[in-house]
């Protein structure tokens, strides 16, 4: 009986350890229920981790590909204006071509317009100014002084620069520096040049086959085909050339029939 007793006892012991032990895991189970309850799920945090992290990188991205758009918009704001600035100078060039050739054209029509006039200047002149050297056959003092040089085509001369002797087809007058050239007659210009020997000149047709020649100037003031009276200013009397150092300073006057030399000192009033 006792061990019956002390069975049933056993058996009951067993169950009620059983029992708690049930009663202690349900309990466990529910503080870790509650607990979960409470937290988060890692793989929840996890996840709006990782969407914190996409939706941030994306936001970079953006921000990344936001600039990028602006560089390229400054890129091609940059090539805009690089565009306009060829075109601004392709302009610019085109309008300095197109007032210098404006200027020209003006220029030119001015030049045009000077011609014409000093054409009419020089039909009225010409109807003015009779070119009849063969009826007057006289000549004015295209400057006083005295005679350094004499013509002469039938012998030779002494020419002291030179140190020679050879014919002289015109005369040279003494003259100052800078003292002003009138013209020997009545005359057309024919020519405006200047050579080694006689500094620069004047050639003017006086009419009826003759021309005067005046060496020896500077500053002239009359152009090719240009109609001269007599006593209008030439122009001044300039520095001797190489070829008259010893002689000095003077105006070198020559006198043509047909082309050949004649002594101007025969014409000379």
């Known amino acids: 009986m006792r061990e019956k007793i002390n069975q049933l006892f056993k058996d009951k012991l067993i169950l009620v350890m059983l029992v708690l032990g049930l009663l202690t895991i349900v309990a466990a189970v529910g503080v870790v229920t509650m607990k979960k309850g409470g937290e988060k799920s890692p793989y929840l945090d996890l996840q709006e981790e990782g969407n914190t992290y996409i939706n941030a990188e994306t936001e970079e991205g953006t921000k990344i590909a936001g600039n990028s758009n602006a560089e390229s918009a400054e890129t091609a704001t940059g090539e805009m204006h690089e565009v306009l600035s060829e075109e601004e100078k392709t302009q610019n060039v085109s309008g300095t071509k197109n007032e210098w050739k404006a200027e020209n054209e003006g220029i030119a029509k001015e030049s045009a317009a000077g011609s014409i006039h000093a054409e009419e200047a020089g039909q009225l002149n010409a109807q003015a100014v009779a070119l009849n050297f063969g009826e007057t056959g006289t000549l004015?003092?295209?400057?006083?002084?005295?005679?350094?040089?004499?013509?002469?085509?039938?012998?030779?001369?002494?020419?002291?620069?030179?140190?020679?002797?050879?014919?002289?087809?015109?005369?040279?007058?003494?003259?100052?520096?800078s003292a002003p050239v009138a013209a020997p007659a009545n005359a057309m210009v024919l020519a405006v040049g200047s050579?080694?020997?006689?500094?620069?000149?004047?050639?003017?047709?006086?009419?009826?086959?003759?021309?005067?020649?005046?060496?020896?100037?500077?500053?002239?003031?009359?152009?090719?085909?240009?109609?001269?009276?007599?006593?209008?200013?030439?122009?001044y009397v300039a520095e001797p050339t190489k070829y008259y150092s010893i002689e000095g300073s003077n105006v070198y006057l020559q006198l043509l029939k047909d082309g050949n030399p004649i002594d101007p000192l025969d014409y000379l009033e």
């Open 140 to 177: 004015g003092w295209p400057i006083e002084g005295n005679v350094i040089q004499m013509y002469s085509m039938d012998s030779t001369i002494y020419f002291p620069t030179l140190e020679q002797y050879k014919c002289s087809p015109g005369i040279a007058l003494q003259a100052e520096v």
């Open 195 to 235: 050579n080694e020997e006689i500094g620069n000149y004047i050639t003017l047709d006086l009419g009826d086959s003759y021309t005067v020649l005046c060496g020896q100037l500077k500053e002239i003031q009359a152009a090719e085909g240009q109609y001269l009276e007599k006593g209008q200013i030439l122009g």
